[in-house]
Structures are given as structure tokens and as C-alpha cells.
């Protein structure tokens, strides 16, 4: 199985930068997705790692560590309509994920 | 394009009935997947398809049966509702040849069992 770590809640200021860690312990790693979810909304796929290192899509990049069983999700240039949960998911090797609880992030002006 | 639709919105059920949640994708994905999402806990994998004819269980499959009779439709039944299950649900799919197999994700259930 899977157990992943994130943080509850973070705020931050339009414009910023945020950072959100996640960290798993797995059996059987076939990558790792972040995720973003509005309120209400269903999840949307922001990003994927299968390998170390960054992994940069505009505003929005990634960070993964094998051997650590690190990832990180670094929102730059903050904007208000990135308020939102954000969601770490690991994928084992029959292609399941498991997700962790995820975090919320505010983004005030 | 339609994606993943799910049926009902919303619903309130009582307990000790049975209902069954809709889903159907028109992207030919192979695998599909239902979760439920509650307060602090994120979302967990009920069950799972990864074709058409074969179902498997996830973390949390008690009191759930799914069927996948065809590629598109991924029906979840809560043969007798007790009010734990509670949640909103999910319904995603992917594929299971590529690069990334992202799920996609349908618009959710929200399910009140009284």
C-alpha cells in the first residue's frame, strides 16, 4: 500500500510563490500526479513524474525524489483563481493510485 | 466532447435502500475507477476496471459491487445505504499504454444517506 503525506492548508500572497511537499512510502512506484481541485469541482491533472528530477509546465512545476520519497508542487506568479486543493497521488504498479488527503491552498490579494 | 458523465448530481438516500451511480465515458479508455471523497481523508479507490468484463477492489470496496459489461459504462451499487457512506463519489478512467495515463475525472455524485 501507500502512505502519503501533504499539508492541511497553506496561504500565500497573489503574485508569490508556494511550495506543497508531499511524501510517500509505497510498494511498487510507477510515478506520481499532482492534481488540482476547485471547490465543488472534480480533480484536473496538473503534472506527472516517473523519474527524478523537475518537471516544469508554466507557472506550475515539479519536483520528484525516488530514493527520498519526496515530491514537491511549486506554484509561481500566484493568482487568485489558484486557490484550490491540490492533490499528491502515487501510482503502484497495476496503474492504481492512492491519494493523499490533500492540501488547500489560498491565495490572498 | 462529453468526457465522463455521472448520474444522479446529487442524491439523499435512505438507509437500507439500494441505489446504483451512473458513469460513462466516450474516450474508449480501458481502465475505469470509482472513489469516494470525505472531509480529511482525500479521495479512496472503491473499485476498479482495467477492461471491459474484469473488476477489482480497491481500499475501500465493503458494501460496493461494480460491473463493466462494456468500455463505456462503470455502474457502482450500494446494494443496502448506511449512512457512513456518506460522501461524494467519483467516477475517472485512463488509459494504460502511453506516457502519462492520466485519469480524467467525471463531475461527482453527492450522496446523503439518512
Known amino acids: 500500500g501507500q502512505n502519503i503525506d501533504q499539508p492541511t492548508e497553506m496561504t500565500a500572497t497573489e503574485g508569490a510563490i508556494v511550495q506543497i511537499n508531499c511524501t510517500y512510502q509505497t510498494s511498487g512506484f510507477n510515478g506520481l500526479f499532482w492534481y488540482q481541485q476547485h471547490a465543488g469541482e472534480a480533480p484536473t491533472f496538473l503534472s506527472y513524474?516517473?523519474?527524478?528530477g523537475l518537471e516544469e509546465k508554466g507557472r506550475f512545476s515539479s519536483f520528484l525524489s525516488r530514493s527520498k520519497g519526496y515530491s514537491y508542487l511549486l506554484l509561481k506568479e500566484l493568482q487568485m483563481k489558484d486557490s484550490a486543493s491540490y492533490l499528491c497521488?502515487?501510482?503502484?504498479?497495476?496503474?492504481?493510485?492512492?491519494f493523499g488527503a490533500g492540501t488547500t491552498v489560498t491565495v490572498r490579494a | 466532447t462529453a468526457g465522463i458523465t455521472q448520474a444522479p448530481t446529487s442524491q439523499i438516500l435512505a438507509a437500507g435502500r439500494s441505489m446504483t451511480l451512473r458513469c460513462t465515458q466516450d474516450?474508449?479508455?480501458?481502465?475505469m475507477y470509482w472513489y469516494r471523497q470525505d472531509l480529511g481523508l482525500g479521495l479512496r479507490l472503491i473499485h476498479y476496471s482495467n477492461t471491459a468484463g474484469t473488476t477489482g477492489k480497491g481500499e475501500v470496496p465493503d458494501g460496493y459491487s461494480v460491473s463493466r459489461a462494456n468500455t463505456d459504462d462503470f455502474p457502482l451499487t450500494l446494494a443496502s445505504a448506511v449512512p457512513s457512506q456518506t460522501s461524494v463519489y467519483f467516477c475517472?478512467?485512463?488509459?494504460?499504454?502511453?506516457?502519462?495515463?492520466?485519469?480524467?475525472f467525471g463531475p461527482g455524485t453527492r450522496l446523503t444517506v439518512l
Open positions: 513524474n516517473v523519474l527524478d
Open positions: 497521488a502515487v501510482r503502484d504498479r497495476d496503474y492504481k493510485l492512492s
Open positions: 475517472a478512467s485512463s488509459e494504460l499504454a502511453g506516457a502519462y495515463n492520466e485519469q480524467f
Open positions: 474516450m474508449r479508455h480501458n481502465a
